[in-house]
Structure formats: C-alpha cells, structure tokens
C-alpha cells in the first residue's frame, strides 16, 4: 500500500505536470510510487515493524511526505535519457538527498514508539530501545567509532 497519491508527486512537479503523454506518465509514476513505498515499507520490517503502518498519524504523514519525495525523484531520474546524476538538477539531487535521508532515519529507528513491534516479523530493532534495559549484560561491540576514526 502507497502512503501518497499521485497529487502529492505533483506538488514537488508544479513545473513539470504528470500525464499520459508525459515523461513519465502518470501511470509510470504510480508504479514508483508504489516501488518507493514497497522500499519504505522493507526497512520498516527490517526493524521488526507491521507494515503498511496505519498508526499515528502524524508518522504516516511522514511516510506520505517520504514516498512523494522518493517517487519525484525516481520521476525526475526518468526525464534524463541516461538517467540522472547528482549533476543533473538541484531539483533531482534535493529530492534525492531528502529521500535517502528519510529511509536512513528509518534504518536509524527514528520512529514513534506508539508503533509498537510486529510479533511475527523477523527484525529485532535496536537492542537498545527502552530506557530500562540492562545494557551491561550485552557483550562488547566489535568495533567503535570516535574522533579518529574506527577501531576494531
């Protein structure tokens, strides 16, 4: 199930009206709307999360504004014969960045905790999500960051 419809593709298009006679069509940018929301809805469940997500509403909202931003830019990409690169358009690239900014939140678990976990999903999230966990009973990372760089 897609979060936005294609009038909300259109809004970040205003310069560039979505038709059957355009590049893409509109039927095409339904489809990527429903390939970036299918990418959305994968790193929910990577996180152990029941997709499609239908609760709050507020967090759909953002899942809306987040698979408008992912079908534009796939939508910008196909105007480009060659497909676009991030010197193509300030438009392209801003959608773009805006997008995979999003789906890295996500990867990053910036979600409500209203969501809740799905009992049947294989992802198991961040183990450390609540503030009562015993972290101290987790072994020892493998390796860490800091200001110089990684150590393994």
Do not use: H, W
């Amino acid at each position: 199930m897609a979060y936005c419809t294609i009038e909300d593709v259109q809004i970040f298009a205003a310069k560039f009206p979505l038709s059957a006679s355009t590049t893409p069509t509109s039927t095409q940018v339904e489809t990527l709307i429903d390939l970036t929301a299918a990418q959305i809805d994968s790193v929910l469940l990577s996180k152990g999360y029941t997709v499609p997500v239908t609760t709050p509403a507020a967090f759909v909202e953002s899942l809306r504004l987040l698979n408008a931003q992912g079908a534009e830019a796939m939508a910008l990409m196909a105007q480009f014969p060659g497909g676009a690169s991030k010197d193509s358009t300030p438009q392209y690239q801003a959608m773009l960045d805006l997008y995979q900014a999003g789906l890295e939140a996500l990867r990053n678990g910036e979600m409500p905790s209203s969501l809740g976990k799905s009992a049947t999903s294989g992802g198991m999230g961040s183990l450390y999500t609540s503030p009562s966990t015993n972290k101290s009973t987790y072994p020892d990372p493998i390796f860490s960051i800091n200001s110089s760089g990684r150590e393994f």
